[in-house]
């Protein structure tokens, strides 16, 4: 069955370290997103990729990166310049972003990861 | 600035009533609007999309509204059930937008 994973579910990372987060589909989508959750509050935009090799930021993009050397993998690293990333990560993923109107797609949403600083 | 708002942040409802919840936006120019649900540490599940053309749409016992020309939506809850506890989230995408815009979402509560 097509989806979306991430990986791992829970993660912790020590003060002054680099982590990766996974998101892969098998969906052929052209388009990936990662987002993050604080808790009660809504998804804000870190990183966007609509195509391979090409990646944009979104409003947070500050001590993140981003890599989209494949279609189907967009993992995102949460550096140690990231001040307070405990967080839940969530990666999204949907086929093409239209450029003419039509109906929209599927967003496929990962089931997430939870970061935190110890 | 494209954005999305969402009220209330926050409802409590007792099991067997109705609720709605709102999301007003400035996405421009407008493709359509999803309304998802989210458990706590779950990706949000959809539950409606619509296009501009569309007013209103159904799934099961919710209903969204859309009104094009105020910029507003709505998703009405019926006869609320314990599992409609989650967070409700309003995504709009521009037709030209490289990105899709979040509301923060409403947090609803379902009490017995």
């Known amino acids: 069955d097509g989806g979306i994973t991430q990986s791992p579910k829970y993660l912790f990372r020590k003060e002054g370290q680099n982590v990766t987060l996974s998101c892969e589909q098998n969906l052929n989508h052209d388009a990936m997103y990662w987002y993050r959750q604080d808790p009660g509050q809504g998804l804000r935009l870190i990183y966007y990729?609509?195509?391979?090799?090409?990646?944009q930021k979104g409003d947070i993009a500050e001590g993140y990166s981003v890599s989209r050397e494949k279609k189907e993998s967009f993992p995102l690293t949460v550096t140690s310049a990231q001040k307070n990333p405990t967080a839940f990560y969530l990666c999204?993923?949907?086929?093409?972003?239209?450029?003419?109107?039509?109906?929209?797609?599927?967003?496929?949403f990962g089931e997430g990861s939870w970061l935190t600083v110890v | 600035k494209n954005q999305v708002e969402q009220s209330p942040q926050s409802l409590i409802i007792l099991e067997g009533k109705n609720c709605t919840l709102q999301c007003n936006y400035t996405v421009s120019p407008f493709s359509n609007l999803r309304w998802y649900k989210q458990d706590t540490g779950r990706g949000p599940v959809s539950l409606t999309i619509?296009?501009?053309?569309?007013n209103t749409k159904s799934n099961g016992r919710y209903t969204a509204t859309l009104d094009a020309d105020t910029k507003q939506s709505s998703l009405h809850i019926t006869a609320s059930q314990l599992s409609d506890s989650a967070s409700y989230i309003c995504?709009?995408?521009?037709?030209?937008?490289?990105?899709?815009?979040f509301g923060a979402g409403t947090i609803l509560r379902v009490k017995s």
């Open positions: 995504v709009v995408s521009a037709e030209y937008g490289n990105k899709l815009v």
């Open positions: 999204a993923s949907i086929d093409q972003i239209t450029r003419t109107y039509r109906p929209g797609n599927t967003i496929y």
């Open positions: 990729s609509q195509i391979v090799n090409d990646f």
């Open positions: 619509m296009t501009f053309s569309e």
